[in-house]
């Protein structure tokens, strides 16, 4: 399992970081939690045998063995997991990131947590719901496919290319 909460100025969250190292402490899965530039380890208290924390993780490569993804929903960490398929529980710190959390939550790709009211014990109760819903695995594999499927950066491209040529957008050109 995997909880980043990205690389922005909002990620300074120790409150939020402690409460995941309660909820997920003694838990089946093997925790890797970045807590950024802005958190120190110190600020933790103990950390639980079965979780590692570190600034960074190489996302790429921990969401490709992850379960499920505690995440901030930004835009990047959002595709990132559904290409790879896993499971997101959406904890947006931003507008942006709340409407991606929403839309998640929307085509039943992961669930939401609250920014109030959260606890140790929802966060723990989410990711077991998250990770393990039949429902949530089987739209993420038709997602994972689509996301896959789609071309990247080269196909975004050429089709924002395509809008902006004269020709193909209906804009008027100015000589």
């Known amino acids: 399992m995997f909880i980043s909460l990205g690389t922005t100025p909002l990620n300074d969250r120790p409150d939020f970081f402690r409460m995941c190292l309660e909820g997920l402490a003694g838990t089946v899965w093997e925790v890797a939690m970045a807590i950024g530039e802005r958190v120190e380890e110190s600020e933790l208290g103990d950390i639980p045998d079965n979780i590692e924390v570190r600034p960074f993780f190489p996302q790429l490569e921990v969401l490709a063995r992850a379960d499920a993804f505690l995440s901030h929903t930004g835009m990047n960490s959002t595709m990132e997991a559904l290409y790879f398929g896993v499971p997101l529980v959406a904890f947006p710190l931003q507008p942006e990131q709340g409407a991606n959390a929403r839309r998640?939550?929307?085509?039943g790709l992961g669930r939401r947590l609250p920014l109030e009211g959260l606890s140790p014990e929802l966060i723990r109760e989410t990711v077991l719901d998250v990770s393990g819903d039949e429902a949530i695995r089987g739209k993420l594999e038709a997602m994972s496919a689509r996301v896959r499927g789609s071309g990247g950066a080269p196909a975004a491209a050429d089709a924002i290319e395509g809008f902006l040529a004269p020709s193909a957008s209906?804009?008027?050109?100015?000589a």
């Open 104 to 107: 998640v939550e929307d085509l």
């Open 170 to 174: 209906g804009l008027p050109v100015q």
